[in-house]
């Protein structure tokens, strides 16, 4: 992932391009004085740096030339501005910035302006998938086909571990795809228990089951379940269907 340290007094600017940067696929780290810029740096290297025109301390084309001269910074420099933007591409040619976007033009500029000159962000991920299922056969099937469709895959062979996996933020998934008849605690009440923390609303549930589809379509129903599969040869192509469609709705949303 491309790191950019952004640098900018204003705390809603900052903010701001953080947060675009951010959605954008960068790592993003910030400063909003010298004595921050400092402690930044040292926790280097970037791949590029973005900095206010005008600031209190410093000049930004002026800081340009300290990060080359006293700092080493070999990174891409670029500056932005909700100056007259003829000043500012004037000021960031005589800077010699390796690009500039005026503020009003939003952290879209600035990301163009990254592209172009090569500092690209992280391909987005796909999603995570945890695959709840005491059949390591069946598990392992459904993970070789969506791995090789680009999802990370996290496994659990039980409500047990499924439980610790989903409480920390780390191996969170995006969709649980639950078997419905495990040992102990059965797939359905594990639902409810996503279904009832406001911690994991934000997750989809998919029952999986080899029971009678009208059976099992009452069962997702009665649990709160976002859909169900049947345990046969088309399980894995749908349930990749069913991921698909949730991205282009999150994307048209």
């Not at 900052?14 to 790592?27: D, M, P, Q, W």
């Not at 090789?148 to 998934?173: M, N, Y």
């Not at 069913?242 to 949303?253: G, P």
Request: with cysteine; aromatic share 4%; net charge negative.
């Amino acid at each position: 992932m491309a790191r950019v340290l952004i640098v900018d007094d204003s705390t809603i600017a900052l903010e701001l391009l953080r947060n675009g940067l951010s959605e954008a696929g960068y790592e993003v780290e910030a400063a909003s004085n010298l004595a921050q810029l400092s402690a930044a740096l040292a926790k280097g290297p970037f791949d590029a740096v973005v900095t206010d025109l005008e600031m209190p301390e410093a000049a930004g084309d002026d800081l340009l030339e300290f990060l080359r001269e006293a700092r080493g910074v070999r990174a891409p420099l670029f500056l932005y501005s909700d100056c007259d933007e003829r000043e500012l591409a004037a000021r960031a040619a005589r800077a010699r910035a390796a690009g500039h976007a005026h503020k009003a033009s939003g952290p879209a500029a600035i990301v163009r302006s990254l592209k172009e000159h090569g500092v690209s962000p992280a391909p987005p991920r796909r999603g995570r998938v945890m695959i709840v299922d005491d059949s390591d056969l069946t598990a392992k099937l459904i993970e070789a086909e969506l791995e090789g469709k680009g999802f990370e895959i996290v496994l659990a062979d039980g409500v047990e571990q499924a439980t610790r996996l989903i409480i920390k933020r780390s191996t969170r998934p995006d969709l649980v795809l639950l078997d419905v008849n495990m040992p102990n605690v059965d797939g359905a009440l594990f639902c409810r228990f996503i279904k009832g923390n406001s911690l994991f609303k934000g997750i989809k549930v998919l029952l999986c089951s080899g029971m009678d589809p009208e059976q099992l379509r009452q069962v997702a129903a009665t649990c709160g379940a976002d859909g169900f599969v049947a345990k046969d040869s088309f399980l894995s192509r749908w349930v990749l269907d069913q991921i698909e469609r949730q991205e282009q709705e999150k994307k048209n949303s």
